[in-house]
């Protein structure tokens, strides 16, 4: 019965009522970060001098959720770049593990960076919740994940480095369209 619950504990979005929200100044960070199997440094305040920025906060890479997140962002991607905005996904996965992610076809498929925050500082400072490692815990490979866990939870951050949206508490693919939604309404006629 304890496995079931922690099943399906681990299912169920967190929702994001203490997280920063619209109007709120967006926390910088610079990050270690991966696109396509290539590491780099991300920073948001450079990001932003081209554009919105999504920042979408994931549990882990090589869940069954957070691959499904990723691979809908990498499939949209054309659609969040029409609208002039990057994508960047944040996650307490090491910068290694991110990198193999990055490149995945099946996941991120080389489209979208994926960032590095292994203290989770950068979760804390947009007010998420970070969950502790659960020892023994596996992803969909079969390997030990060995890290806390953020909240699911995406901002939209504008050119002015506040935030304009903030979504929590809905299933990956809904967080996804969701956000594409809030991108395409700053730019009109980018749908």
Sequence with gaps: MQKIFLLLAALLPLGAAAALQAGDPAPPFRLPAALDGRTNSYSLEEALQHGPVVVYFYPSAYTKGCNLQ???????????????????????????????????????????????????????AYELAVRDAVPGRKDTRGDEIGHGFAERTTFVVGRDGRIVATIGGLAPVDNVQKALEVVQRLVPGAH
Excluded: M, W
């Design 70 to 124: 990723a691979h809908t962002f990498s499939e949209n991607q054309e659609k969040f770049a029409a609208a002039g905005a990057a994508i960047i996904g944040v996650s307490l996965d090491g910068i290694e593990r991110l990198t193999r992610f990055s490149a995945d076809p099946e996941y991120c498929a080389g489209r979208i960076a994926v960032a590095s925050d292994a203290d989770g500082k950068v979760a804390r």
